[in-house]
């Protein structure tokens, strides 16, 4: 059945496939182009942008480690991260299951109150949050960006959580009752191992949310031992800047366990990012 | 169920407490403090009315052009942008060899930091070592190589190259609605004599335009939020020509510490997006539930 390609057609297809091309060059030449500059010397990169390395070395990476606090500010992350994530995930996934199964006043009101916090653009409330961190004492500490990050992916959580919990049948819960569990009982041990699918997507993106997040770190904190790795890359502009090797090699560090979360949680990331865009 | 109206409380608890601190309050606050002259040194709290909105609009330079380089960059944003991603979603969903790889590999620029991207950018625009004018040099076009992002007629245009291109977000999300159309719509079109165009035109693209309004409101979104991008590669210069609202706002907050002033600009961005959000519901009619 297949017939002869016309010559307009064979130009479509090549159109097609060239600017699938493009679009991945686009997306990964400049990734690829770091990573490889991060095993150049500083006299290879200033002489060629472009030219492969001559030779594998890791002194970039050594000196990175060296010449800046960078394992402090990656652990920094790494605490901050996991925590508000874990933080972000229990309390929505609390607040969604209420909001899925039970019945109770001004809850419609209370969901899009709640949910409303998405249309706002986060960045307008700098000051603000900044007032209210410093108001109950934690200017520069990790337990700031804790509570921050774990309130900026509420409403994708909250989202998320909701629609999770009620696609789970009632009939596993009145099955738990029946046993004469109590509620929040049936909670931890029934439901929450049942919305895996959910809690991962959520937390998926919350993480990604809070491992990148700059503004409000750059604002609420000051201190090496608070400060998180994006904020380290912004310091390579100045004290790095005889040292390209080095400096490359940090931005690779920083970019791998993104590209690494991303690559096990493909799915998780995708999902849940569909359900975060239904809200028009 | 009854007896368990007492956990309700406790379980919507933390949710709310986190609503409270970090967007309720301060949401309050900005509105409330943008009527005052509040700042640090000289410390000052007066009520002044409108005289922040006042200043705003009618004699301050830095706020017109951060005002409309924000405005653009969200007009060029919710076109060419999400173009982009839309035609790629429009390739891809009819499984060319090889659709999976382009589309896993075309969101990595999403989900790498935003410092780490601007860091990228810095240096491929570097006028020693850059990407950019090695190429330029390799071809012998010498005489258009730049100080890409320092100079006055590039840095505006080279900025928002840093983000305009990865449109991987729009690309899986209209993808993913293309992929859940049934296929047995595009089949009896075909069976009809329409053309693979005529398909994409009259049938794919009605089917997926509320989610293609959803990605422009994304990108609106992310243009209002838009900070480390700009802040790393230029901080807003030469002069203001790439400052955009949020880098104003921290300007004014952190540097010039005139908070009053800082949150009237910061009430400017929940406005703008605001009606940016009528505007684009309105434009792609997401509230009419049409088929």
Not at chain 1, 109 to 136: C, D
Not at chain 2, 3 to 22: D, E, G, Q, R, S
Not at chain 2, 184 to 209: H, T, Y
């Amino acid at each position: 059945m297949k017939k002869q390609l016309t010559a307009k057609e064979g130009v479509l297809i090549t159109l097609k496939y060239l600017f699938m091309l493009l679009c991945v060059l686009v997306a990964l030449f400049p990734i690829v182009w770091v990573i490889m500059s991060s095993f150049k010397t500083n006299k290879e990169i200033l002489s060629n942008g472009l030219a492969l390395p001559t030779q594998f070395n890791f002194n970039g990476y050594r000196d990175a480690l060296q010449i800046s606090p960078i394992l402090q500010f990656f652990s920094n992350s790494v605490v901050i991260t996991v925590i508000s994530t874990f933080i972000n995930v229990l309390a929505l996934a609390m607040a969604g299951y209420v909001f899925a199964r039970c019945r109770f006043r001004l809850k419609n009101a209370l969901f899009l109150l709640l949910s409303a916090s998405m249309v706002i653009p986060t960045t307008s409330l700098l000051h603000p949050v900044y007032l209210v961190i410093n108001k109950i004492g934690l200017t520069d500490t990790k337990t700031a960006l804790i509570l921050v990050y774990a309130a900026l992916s509420m409403p994708l959580s909250l989202m998320i959580m909701r629609s999770t919990f009620q696609a789970i049948p009632p009939s596993l819960e009145e099955a738990a009752y029946v046993d004469g569990a109590g509620f929040c009982r049936t909670f931890f041990q029934i439901m929450l191992p049942c919305a895996k699918g959910g809690l991962a997507s959520a937390g998926v993106l919350a993480f990604l949310n809070g491992w990148n997040e700059f503004t409000f770190a750059l604002v609420l904190t000051s201190s090496t031992s608070v400060r998180t790795l994006p904020l380290a890359l912004g310091y390579f502009t100045s004290s790095f800047s005889f040292n390209y090797t080095a400096m490359f090699a940090a931005i690779t560090i920083a970019v791998i366990p993104s590209i690494l979360v991303f690559a096990i949680f493909q799915e998780q990331i995708v999902n849940s990012l569909i359900a975060g865009s239904v809200k028009g | 169920m009854k007896k368990n109206k007492l956990w309700i409380p406790v379980f919507l608890a933390p949710a709310c407490i986190l609503f409270l601190l970090i967007y309720a309050v301060p949401l309050v606050l900005v509105f409330i403090t943008s009527f005052f002259d509040y700042r640090l040194m000289p410390n000052r709290f007066t009520f002044i009315g409108l005289d922040n909105y006042i200043q705003l609009l009618t004699s301050d330079p830095v706020f017109a052009e951060a005002f409309r380089n924000t405005v653009v960059w969200i007009a060029i944003h919710c076109t060419v942008h999400v173009f982009i991603g839309t035609l790629l979603a429009f390739i891809l969903y009819k499984k060319p060899r090889g659709w999976k790889f382009v589309r896993v590999s075309y969101m990595i620029p999403n989900i790498i930091s935003q410092s780490a991207i601007a860091m990228i950018f810095l240096n491929l625009f570097n006028p020693q070592y850059g990407v950019i004018n090695s190429l330029l040099g390799a071809v012998g076009l010498e005489s258009f190589q730049h100080n890409w992002l320092f100079e006055r007629a590039t840095a505006f245009p080279s900025v928002t190259m840093t983000w305009l291109l990865f449109a991987g977000y729009t690309t899986t999300l209209v993808l993913a609605e293309a992929l859940s159309v049934d296929e047995s719509l595009i089949e009896a079109a075909r069976v009809d004599g329409a053309s693979s165009f005529q398909i994409d035109l009259f049938i794919m693209f009605p089917m997926v335009k509320k989610m293609i309004g959803t990605t422009v409101i994304m990108a609106a979104t992310y243009m209002l939020q838009l900070f480390s991008l700009i802040y790393i590669t230029t901080g807003g210069g030469p002069q203001t020509a790439t400052t955009n609202l949020p880098l104003m706002l921290y300007q004014t907050a952190m540097k010039e510490n005139n908070y009053g002033y800082a949150n009237t600009i910061g009430v400017f961005i929940i406005i703008v997006g605001m009606i940016t959000m009528v505007i684009i519901n309105k434009a792609f009619k997401m509230n009419e539930s049409d088929y």
